[in-house]
């Protein structure tokens, strides 16, 4: 079993919806990130979270430690959401090593 | 945007040869990384490094080596590519707050 597992895996929504991403883990943690990559493109932080939520524009992400899970949420969709999110979880050891979630590809249509 | 740079961007080569990619920072940040990208998988650790000539093995380190000799590049070697290690590869870096930030990837081809 993965350590961190995402979903869904595919995501298509139409534009406006409101959409979730779910992410759960099962080690200990001192963050969880959330992480983004359009088609061909390089991977960008979007959120950098260890206890409550986070809000930046349109994109609110949630953690609860207790429960081992969090989400990202995106209200009013657009097609230029459409990318991979990745979930990854900061190790509580040394290192600062971050282990990631498979993704999730959203593809939203206007 | 984080100062990182990886280079080349894109390479092929042919099973055998010695590959060096190239991590640039020019934050002075103490940690850097390397990932591998493949479809199914995700993005994996390879080798990370938490200061100059400190490094240390990641999840999919066999058949790879790095070097840190100067905090603002880290080097990943593969010493004698195999088609197994096609793949994409990013580099990162993180801060003091523990954000990371990554590179725009490598796109490695092994024939």
């Known amino acids: 079993k993965n350590e961190v597992e995402q979903s869904p895996q595919n995501l298509t929504a139409q534009e406006g919806e409101f959409i979730t991403i779910n992410c759960s883990y099962s080690v200990g943690i001192s963050a969880l990130h959330w992480l983004q990559q359009h088609p061909g493109g390089g991977i960008v932080s979007l959120f950098m979270l260890s206890s409550g939520k986070k809000k930046h524009g349109r994109l609110i992400a949630t953690i609860n430690i207790q429960e081992k899970h969090s989400s990202l949420h995106i209200t009013a969709s657009h097609p230029r959401d459409s990318a991979v999110y990745i979930c990854?979880?900061?190790?509580?050891?040394?290192?600062?090593?971050?282990?990631f979630g498979a993704g999730t590809i959203l593809r939203v249509k206007s | 945007d984080a100062g990182i740079t990886q280079s080349p961007r894109h390479k092929v080569t042919e099973t055998g040869t010695p590959v060096t990619l190239r991590c640039h920072q020019t934050?002075?940040?103490?940690?850097m990384y390397w990932y591998r990208q493949d479809p199914g998988h995700g993005l994996r650790l390879i080798h990370y490094s938490y200061g100059v000539k400190d490094t240390d093995k990641g999840e999919v380190s066999d058949g790879y080596s790095v070097s840190r000799s100067k905090t603002e590049d880290f080097l990943l070697t593969l010493e004698s590519a195999t088609s197994s290690q096609t793949s994409v590869y990013f580099c990162?870096?993180?801060?003091?707050?523990?954000?990371?930030?990554f590179g725009p990837g490598t796109r490695l081809t092994v024939l």
């Open positions: 990162a870096i993180s801060d003091p707050k523990n954000e990371q930030f």
């Open positions: 990854a979880v900061r190790s509580s050891g040394y290192g600062n090593k971050l282990v």
């Open positions: 934050e002075n940040h103490r940690y």
